[in-house]
């Protein structure tokens, strides 16, 4: 009978043995099942347009309660395909027209077709007066598309102009094309800063040369939503963290306990219910099967067989736990090491750039007055655009999200939207794919356009402020080019596949090893160690990934790379603004 007594505790831990092994199987294959299945897919973003071809676009879900458009579909499908009017235009005006609609990803197709005569022929030509208003936001009755030939129009949305090169549209801008694509109201109001001269397409015109059998209309909507999608968020219509380049915290305890999106809670409580679960299975075997004699919350008898054999599992738990809690530790520390490491170069970069700043709009050439001669203006312009190309292009080659701006078709856009200028956009694109990227051609740029200028005396011919330059930008190309190091060399792959290996183990045994100690309360303290410690590792790959490249979690310490774009589009005219009146003469000798 004493036999029989001490084997039924021994078989019922077999089953237990067996049960809790079958759950486990099942728990954590779904969870690779999930992970396969979250890795594999892509994620797009819902987009929505806008029309006017420099206005600010807010990418937002189609079901939001803030959606600029209505929900009307545009038919691309329609049979009615009437042949439009052909519209006499001069050869120059059609040639400009031409060249408008072939650099524009919206009318490759039309362009791959044969259709870009007749397309260009289908333009009427018309005027406005500064201060006229040519599209409203909201506007649904206006259904014309614009290139502008000469002026220039301000943008505002939702009562706010849009500061910068982002809220002014000049030639070759094209205004209103988005509308007609996707039938939708007009998500901005655009105005004439000054005298307006502009080309007209209606939109029958267009909707019969975008329902060409060579034309992929859905494709074109996507593409573009998601290159204005990006530059949404560097224009600052989209802004992650309300404009900050990290989510912001108070201080104040209820705040903080009052976080949830955002937070590594949001990130790890799934791992910790899962665990939980885990726990409260293995418990509730043991209560079925071994009929403890202590009440549940008591702390179990050590000498219970089933207990006895879970005191060494216990202890060896408990050793792991001192070696888990340093390595992870540590771990942490040093992903937090790259990420202010990374951190601190984009604000290197940023002041090296508005350190060229300063010394062109400083040394620049002046008349008697202290005023900026016309050269000089000039200068400063191609300067602060070739910068702000230059920090843009940057973080389309080592950010992800921002890639799509480097290719053929960004450009394109960038182009249309009046980010950059017809003679950079062709040579650019003109440019070998060896070259190593546009952010070295625009350097380029400004090295050769600040020595150009001091050959004619736009800048003083003074060897300090050349070698002064030269270390600037070197420094500036130095300090960019390190960011690829640092993500390369973040953490080799056997160092993170440890620690994962680590802390899973710690974290798989601490139901069992925990139960002989807590009985019952075994399952909130798995829960909590599991919350703590998964959350721990999770933090830790955010941390090395600030670029937010690996779409691991939305975590609020990855960089809103938009703000830094931003930052460095308002310093790239800081210096020219600051110092364009001077209250003292200034008698620069070359």
């Not at 044969?114 to 030509?125: C, V």
Request: net charge neutral.
């Amino acid at each position: 009978m004493a036999k029989d007594a001490i084997r039924l505790p021994t078989i019922a831990a077999r089953r237990i043995i067996m049960i809790l092994f079958f759950v486990i199987c099942c728990t954590y294959t779904t969870t690779c099942a999930d992970a396969f299945q979250s890795s594999g897919s892509i994620r797009f973003p819902s987009l929505v347009d806008r029309n006017p071809s420099r206005t600010i676009i807010r990418p937002i879900d189609s079901s939001s309660s803030t959606t600029l458009f209505s929900s009307r579909n545009f038919d691309l499908d329609s049979n009615d395909r009437a042949q439009p009017t052909r519209i006499e235009r001069t050869e120059d005006e059609r040639a400009y027209i031409e060249s408008v609609l072939r650099t524009n990803v919206l009318f490759q197709d039309v362009v791959r077709q044969g259709s870009l005569i007749d397309l260009a022929s289908a333009f009427d030509r018309v005027e406005y007066k500064k201060g006229d208003t040519i599209f409203s936001q909201g506007d649904t009755d206006k259904d014309y598309m614009l290139i502008l030939e000469e002026g220039e129009c301000s943008i505002t949305i939702d009562g706010e102009e849009i500061p910068g090169i982002y809220g002014t549209m000049r030639p070759p801008a094209m205004v209103g094309e988005l509308a007609l694509l996707m039938d939708k109201d007009r998500a901005a109001t655009v105005m004439a800063k000054t005298n307006v001269v502009a080309f007209r397409l209606d939109r029958a015109s267009f909707k019969y040369f975008m329902t060409g059998p060579l034309v992929k209309a859905e494709d074109i909507k996507t593409e573009i939503r998601n290159i204005d999608h990006v530059i949404d968020q560097i224009s600052g219509v989209k802004k992650r963290y309300g404009g900050d380049i990290i989510r912001q915290f108070k201080p104040s305890r209820r705040w903080l306990w009052g976080r949830w999106h955002g937070t590594i809670l949001q990130q790890a409580w799934k791992a910790a219910a899962t665990s939980m679960l885990v726990s409260t299975c293995f418990v509730a075997a043991i209560r079925f099967f071994c009929r403890p004699s202590w009440a549940p919350g008591q702390i179990p008898d050590p000498n219970f067989p089933i207990i006895s054999r879970l005191v060494p599992l216990a202890k060896l738990w408990h050793y792991l736990m001192s070696i888990t809690t340093f390595i992870l530790t540590f771990f942490l520390s040093q992903a937090y090491t790259l990420w202010r490491n990374m951190y601190d170069t984009t604000r290197k970069i940023q002041g090296r750039i508005n350190d060229i700043g300063l010394l062109v709009a400083s040394t620049v050439e002046r008349d008697d007055q202290g005023k900026y001669t016309k050269r000089g203006e000039d200068l400063l312009d191609d300067i602060g655009n070739y910068t702000r190309l230059f920090h843009l292009f940057c973080w389309a080659k080592y950010s992800k999200k921002f890639q799509v701006l480097s290719t053929s078709r960004g450009m394109s856009r960038m182009l249309s939207r009046g980010i950059m200028s017809r003679t950079e956009y062709n040579t650019l694109t003109s440019l070998s794919s060896s070259n190593g990227g546009p952010h070295n051609a625009c350097l380029t740029w400004i090295l050769v356009k600040c020595l150009t200028a001091m050959k004619d005396n736009t800048l003083p011919k003074d060897h300090a402020l050349r070698d002064l330059l030269f270390h600037k930008m070197c420094d500036l190309r130095g300090t960019f080019a390190g960011i690829g190091d640092q993500l390369d060399g973040r953490i080799p792959l056997a160092y993170a596949h440890f620690v994962q290996v680590l802390v899973d183990s710690f974290l798989l045994i601490a139901p069992f090893a925990l139960y002989s100690e807590l009985d019952i309360w075994s399952i909130p303290a798995v829960g909590l160690l599991t919350l703590f410690y998964a959350g721990l590792l999770d933090l830790a790959k955010i941390l090395l990934d600030p670029l937010d490249n690996d779409e691991f979690y939305d975590a609020p310490v990855n960089f809103d790379i938009g703000v830094l774009i931003r930052e460095s589009n308002a310093g790239s005219t800081r210096w020219k603004y600051s110092a364009e009146m001077l209250p003292f003469a200034t008698n620069f000798e070359s």
